[in-house]
T-cell receptor, first 113, second 109 residues
Framework: EAQVTQNPRYLITVTGKKLTVTCSQN?????MSWYRQDPGLGLRQIYY???????DKGDVPEGYKVSRKEKRNFPLILESPSPNQTSLYFC????????????FGSGTQLSVL | GEDVEQSLFLSVREGDSSVINCTYT??????LYWYKQEPGAGLQLLTY?????DMKQDQRLTVLLNKKDKHLSLRIADTQTGDSAIYFC?????????FGAGTRLTVKP
């Protein structure tokens, strides 16, 4: 089954403790992206990647890192999480042809205390 | 920066039509999308329209695009309780996607 898999679904952590949210897709998609969803703000793009070893900042990259060592994986890294990074995070992937659609993961609810 | 705007709430009665509106500012958007998010779930692509189209119909869903006014709408005919969800409008330009804040649709029996 074609899917984007994020882990974990829920995570509670404390300020400053490094964490990684994993994202994996099985559709051989070139494009992958991370978003955060906050009430009243919708989805905002954190980082995206057009292909292996190619990553770019989105609208709200501060406090986040990503890597794209393999095509299928695009982990989101918070080196020193802060409470303002408490949010619902979505990973997405797509091909890069005209009209390709974004496929989303189920989301990771992160709480930073 | 470029913005996508939607009203945050809409409430309708079961069986009525729902119309969710969206405005965007990037005139060079190539595709415009509607996504549905049910409680506790990710986003599901509902439908999309290419920017050179005015209308697209897909079963109970009708998308209208007014490119001059940069206005996009989603009409759901015969709205059901299962349509209760948050609906996100999104615009795409060269793989750069921007989303609205989402419209929470509540369908009352």
């Amino acid at each position: 089954e074609a899917q984007v898999t994020q882990n974990p679904r829920y995570l509670i952590t404390v300020t400053g403790k490094k964490l990684t949210v994993t994202c994996s897709q099985n559709m051989n998609h070139e494009y992958m992206s991370w978003y955060r969803q906050d009430p009243g703000l919708g989805l905002r793009q954190i980082y995206y990647s057009m292909n292996v070893e190619v990553t770019d900042k989105g609208d709200v990259p501060e406090g986040y890192k990503v890597s794209r060592k393999e095509k299928r994986n695009f982990p989101l890294i918070l080196e020193s999480p802060s409470p303002n990074q408490t949010s619902l995070y979505f990973c997405a992937s797509s091909g890069t042809g005209a009209g390709e659609k974004l496929f989303f993961g189920s989301g990771t609810q992160l709480s930073v205390l | 920066g470029e913005d996508v705007e939607q009203s945050l709430f809409l409430s309708v009665r079961e069986g009525d039509s729902s119309v969710i509106n969206c405005t965007y500012t990037d005139s060079s958007s190539t595709y415009l999308y509607w996504y549905k998010q049910e409680p506790g779930a990710g986003l599901q692509l509902l439908t999309y329209i290419f920017s050179n189209m005015d209308m697209k119909q897909d079963q109970r869903l009708t998308v209208l695009l007014n490119k001059k006014d940069k206005h996009l709408s989603l009409r759901i005919a015969d709205t059901q309780t299962g349509d209760s969800a948050i609906y996100f409008c999104a615009e795409e330009n060269n793989n750069d996607m921007r989303f609205g804040a989402g419209t929470r649709l509540t369908v009352k029996p």
